[in-house]
């Protein structure tokens, strides 16, 4: 597998449930995020992960909770969300930033697309 | 004031012809400019950097005003297969990227 993957790409979840995203790498890149992207909104930055610590955590709800294992692999565990949390999450990964010139250019997976009833 | 601003459209442009939009920034310290585009349910993709020079891709021309804070895309001979929505994304001296909302493209037959 190349570029950056996503699963799932489709979840719908109740509110009190507890689900996870999957985000995996194979670029090489040291650097990996989390965004939320809602309808005609621009993307919201959720956490950033360089060199597998976390770097960025933008006032994201606890309910939003990151995990990070390694330079390769990103999740997103998520529990007892609100309806406004219905969105499309999107993981990108880069090199580390400010290691160059090519350090601001993001790869991005598909995205899970998470509906919350 | 937005830190990121595009025009949200869509601009609905017949085949062939050329098209041209802009982004403005509000962060005069701003280091970095890149085009991204993204189809209907997919995801971002870059279409290109930005530099101070300006720079050309084939159809597709990128401009850098920084004395008026705004980046341009002007997408000439226009493709059916341009229609997307093409986000502006600027970057700071922290390595901070701000994203537009985008602006949606059209290119009808």
């Known amino acids: 597998e190349t570029g950056v993957t996503q699963t799932p790409r489709h979840l719908v979840m109740g509110m009190t449930n507890k689900k996870s995203l999957k985000c995996e790498q194979h670029l090489g890149h040291n650097a990996m995020y989390w965004y939320k992207q809602s309808a005609k909104k621009p993307l919201e930055l959720m956490f950033v992960y360089n060199f597998k610590e976390q770097t960025e955590n933008n006032s994201v709800p606890s309910r939003f909770s990151p995990e990070c294992p390694n330079s390769s692999h990103l999740f997103l565990h998520l529990h007892t969300l609100q309806p406004e949390d219905s969105a499309l999450y999107l993981c990108?990964?880069?090199?580390?930033?400010?290691?160059?010139?090519?350090?601001?250019?993001?790869?991005f997976g598909a995205g899970s697309r998470l509906t919350v009833l | 004031r937005k830190e990121v601003e595009q025009d949200p459209g869509p601009f609905n442009v017949p085949e062939g012809a050329t098209v041209a939009f802009n982004c403005t920034y509000s962060?005069?310290?701003?280091?970095?400019f890149f085009w991204y585009r993204q189809d209907c349910r997919k995801e971002p993709k870059l279409l290109m950097s930005v530099y101070s020079s300006g720079n050309e891709d084939g159809r597709f021309t990128a401009q850098l005003n920084r004395a008026s804070q705004y980046i341009s895309l002007l997408i000439r001979d226009s493709k059916l297969s341009d229609s997307a929505t093409y986000l502006c994304v600027v970057g700071d001296s922290n390595y901070q990227l701000i994203w537009g909302a985008g602006t949606k493209l059209i290119i009808k037959p």
């Open positions: 990108a990964s880069s090199q580390a930033p400010g290691s160059n010139s090519g350090a601001n250019v993001l790869t």
């Open positions: 962060n005069s310290a701003s280091q970095s």
